[in-house]
């Protein structure tokens, strides 16, 4: 069974940066495909990016792409999410998830996950 933990979240003032970890325990993360989401108040969660397995593959959302960059170290069984020029619109509780897969693609469907963490809250104001 996978567990997952998010950190790095906090106050920021539009423009600066964050660094989001999804941290792993209880089993391997080699054979996981990682997905970052978000919800904001009112609103339904929605994905923004993934990473297959390997790392080789990434995708991210339309209103995150060259602002957002997802990476992974499966040794020590951590993603991350680099977030800069970060906008008001991304104030949300930011969530990490996992499944297993073979096939070294990712989704941001959010079906498809097994596993999640419990969120970290992004703020971002001045």
């Known amino acids: 069974q996978l567990q997952l933990v998010e950190s790095g979240g906090g106050l920021v003032q539009p423009g600066g940066s964050l660094r989001l970890s999804c941290a792993a325990s209880?089993?391997?993360?080699?054979?996981?495909?990682i997905g970052w989401f978000r919800q904001a108040p009112g609103k339904d969660r929605e994905g923004i990016s993934c990473?297959?397995?390997?790392?080789?593959?990434?995708y991210y959302a339309e209103f995150v792409k060259g602002r957002f960059t997802m990476s992974r170290d499966n040794g020590m069984k951590i993603a991350y999410l680099q977030m800069n020029s970060l906008e008001p619109e991304d104030t949300a509780v930011y969530y990490c998830?996992?499944?297993?897969?073979?096939?070294?693609?990712?989704?941001?469907?959010?079906?498809?996950?097994?596993?999640w963490g419990q969120g970290t809250q992004v703020t971002v104001s001045s």
């Open positions: 998830a996992a499944r297993n897969q073979l096939k070294d693609t990712c989704t941001t469907g959010i079906g498809s996950y097994e596993y």
């Open positions: 209880g089993s391997s993360l080699d054979y996981a495909y």
């Open positions: 990473i297959s397995r390997r790392g080789t593959y990434t």
